[in-house]
């Protein structure tokens, strides 16, 4: 026990004098962006998409805190996160990239299998799995949705999976509550990890809560490779947006300016963002880039589908 303290008291001696030094890589307050071409496997096969980009902030999070949270352990002996104890699941690339890509797989006609648990802490302090809302079963986001525009006769309730019924809605009596996805695709990609087509390497860094920033451009590329039509071919294509896998909405981002000129940097023709950050790149001059904003997974496809006919005029 006292070997495992001196090892765990001089990795964080390392830890500070590392983060001491003047290399923006490491530090929050040197960010800078990044655009990555997209490395993405789906179901064992490769995809390809030399002319597609994902956008990322480099701080200190991916090595500070990545280190960090192997040190540092929470009750049950799991490693803890820093700056969440509680992380959203769907923070993590080991979630969000399979279902991103089952979504754009799904839009493409595919009919891919996406799970949904909603989990969360009853009022004594137990963890639960909300079995039935509204009485419908949950096990798929269509559920979820569907329950919410049920009104019955004695209000909204739900139940869980250990027999306790409960009024209102889940998020209204349990704390904590998060939805936790699955799917039958097996997808990750491989461009943000070195070595990143090895498994041991690749895995550990999948599991950190480190942003879904990039799972719009995974569903791009997974519908790209059901429909074999290139995202823009001939042009270089960037994005950044969270996808909503309940209802398919680009959500809200951080560091866009920096993947703004990050991506103008590495000589992209097009640019794709929420448009709920639309007024966010007031000012930026990136000439010779387009920049889109979209709302919904199905809009961005329909916006690429629009370019594309531009492109063969």
């Known amino acids: 026990m006292q070997r495992r303290r001196m090892r765990a008291t001089w990795w964080l001696v390392v830890l500070v004098v590392v983060s001491l030094l003047p290399v923006p890589w ?19 096969v490769d995809v390809e998409t030399p002319s597609v980009r994902y956008l990322t902030v480099l ?33 993590r690339p080991v979630v969000n990239e399979p279902v991103a890509a089952a979504l754009g797989m799904r839009a493409a006609g595919v009919d891919t299998t996406v799970w ?107 519908h790209a490779h059901v429909t074999g039509q290139p995202p823009l071919p001939g042009w270089i294509l960037a994005g950044t947006g969270e996808l909503d896998p309940l209802t398919g909405a680009v959500g809200r981002i951080g560091g866009l300016r920096l993947k703004a000129e990050a991506a103008h940097a590495d000589g992209a023709d097009v640019l794709l963002y929420p448009a709920a950050q639309e007024g966010a790149l007031e000012g930026l001059r990136t000439p010779g880039m387009r920049r889109i904003a979209v709302a919904t ?4 496809i329909e916006v690429l589908a629009e370019l594309r006919s531009t492109v063969r005029r």
């Open 59 to 91: 701080g200190y999070y991916p090595l500070l805190q990545a280190v960090g949270d192997q040190l540092v352990h929470d009750r049950s002996g799991a490693p803890a996160d820093l700056l969440n104890i509680d992380p959203p699941d769907w923070l």
């Open 26 to 44: 490491l530090q929050g307050g040197l960010r800078h962006g990044a655009s990555r071409q997209l490395a993405l496997s789906i179901d064992g």
């Open 116 to 222: 949904l648990r909603m989990v969360g802490v009853d009022p004594d302090g137990r963890h639960v799995i909300v079995d039935r809302f509204n009485g419908r079963p949950i096990r798929t986001g269509g559920d979820l949705l569907g329950a919410r525009e049920l009104h019955p006769d004695e209000g909204w309730w739900f139940s869980t999976t250990d027999g306790q019924r409960f009024p209102g809605a889940p998020s209204d009596v349990l704390q904590r509550v998060q939805l936790r996805w699955d799917t039958n695709v097996e997808a990750y990609t491989t461009g943000g990890v070195p070595f990143g087509h090895v498994a041991a390497l690749r895995e550990p860094v999948r599991g950190l809560p480190v942003g879904a920033s990039h799972t719009l451009m995974v569903a791009l590329a997974a």
């Open 297 to 300: 997974l199905p809009e961005a």
